[in-house]
């Protein structure tokens, strides 16, 4: 049924001279001042110039190409980004060359929202339009917040922290995750905010830990338009107030240590936690954990075969493989980001 694998993500610059073609690509018909871009930029600029979420993709291709090798999957695999080299048109260009027919896209996001999904299958949809005729068909896996591949590379990026504070009990640190935060009109039309809260707690049932928070990062919109919350340096302050002195924080929304989680938290809230008094340790993301690597392969396994068993822990069970036509639908126009709310640093950038 399939003959390629597609990774599909969002892109990042690699150089300093890429970092403004970079946010324009992002920006693109939104009337964005440069003086607001040039602000973004300079988030970039203090990192190298370089986002390291195209590196990443790298390496994930790389061990996904070997373990699908280990279990005799031959399916090729391309990649093809939102909005940096490689482009995703150009992949499916090559595709289409290359003779491939029914392609089967892993997304850089294990949640549902129309940011981290329908947004990914409109792109598809756009770049098949602009190759036309024999453009490859592209079916996306679904979504893996609650497989347990991603819950036991998330638990053990916990446990890595967790030896950060030897002889500390487990009762004295606070274990709080971390995702993008989204307009909460668009969180109430997706399963976003539910299936953050399953990951959470089953990550925390896993590490042994008894109590948990989900707070959220890198907002963009106006102050008066809402958006999903706590903000982390809002709830760093609070818990610092409160009298607690070591947290853990583990950015559960993302797959990857990309732009967001070493500038917003790495940076930004490390920064603060030590102005509070606060012992602050940044967990992991999945990356390329052996776990991780291992449920794309189940994920790849369960439409390449005829009876594939569908793996999902916790209460929700897994997910559909075909999302319904009205999943996840896109933002009205209120809902966006206005030009002068360009976010510091952009989704999964």
């Not at 668009?186 to 953050?196: F, G, P, V, W």
């Not at 809002?234 to 929304?253: F, M, Q, W």
């Not at 490390?270 to 189940?298: C, D, N, W, Y």
Request: with cysteine; aromatic share 8%.
């Amino acid at each position: 049924m399939y003959d390629a694998i597609l990774l599909v993500s969002f892109g990042g610059p690699e150089k300093t001279e890429d970092v403004m073609p970079f946010l324009g690509n992002v920006t693109r018909g939104r009337n964005i001042p440069r003086e607001r871009l040039l602000e973004v930029a300079e988030h970039y600029y203090r990192l190298g110039g370089r986002s390291p979420l195209n590196d990443q993709c790298r390496a994930l291709i790389a061990a996904l190409r070997k373990d699908l090798d280990e279990h005799g999957i031959a399916l090729p695999i391309y990649w093809g980004n939102r909005n940096w080299r490689p482009y995703l048109p150009d992949a499916l260009r090559q595709m289409r060359s290359n003779g491939i027919k029914h392609a089967l896209a892993i997304v850089t996001s294990a949640y549902s929202s129309y940011s981290s999904c329908r947004q990914y299958r409109e792109n598809i949809a756009a770049a098949q339009a602009e190759i036309g005729e024999g453009a490859p068909r592209v079916d996306k896996i679904r979504a893996y917040y609650n497989h347990p591949g991603f819950i036991q590379a998330c638990s053990d990026r916990v446990r890595e922290a967790l030896a950060h504070f030897p002889g500390c009990d487990a009762s004295a640190i606070r274990l709080v995750a971390t995702a993008h935060s989204i307009p909460c009109s668009m969180a109430h039309t997706s399963d976003y905010e539910k299936q953050l809260r399953e990951t959470t707690r089953l990550v925390t049932l896993c590490v042994g830990m008894k109590d948990w928070d989900l707070v959220y990062q890198s907002r963009s919109g106006p102050p008066n338009q809402p958006w999903l919350g706590p903000d982390i340096l809002d709830y760093l302050r609070r818990i610092a107030s409160e009298g607690v002195k070591n947290v853990i924080v583990a950015p559960l929304g993302f797959v990857s240590d990309h732009m967001e989680v070493l500038y917003d938290l790495d940076r930004e809230a490390q920064e603060l936690a030590e102005s509070l008094g606060l012992k602050m340790v940044r967990a992991g993301t999945a990356g390329t954990h052996p776990a991780f690597i291992r449920m794309l392969r189940q994920l790849i396994g369960e439409r390449i075969s005829e009876r594939p068993p569908k793996l999902a822990v916790g209460f929700y069970g897994p997910n559909h493989d075909v999302c319904p036509g009205d999943c996840c639908p896109a933002p009205t126009r209120a809902d966006t980001p206005r030009a002068s709310e360009v976010p510091a640093v952009l989704q999964q950038s």
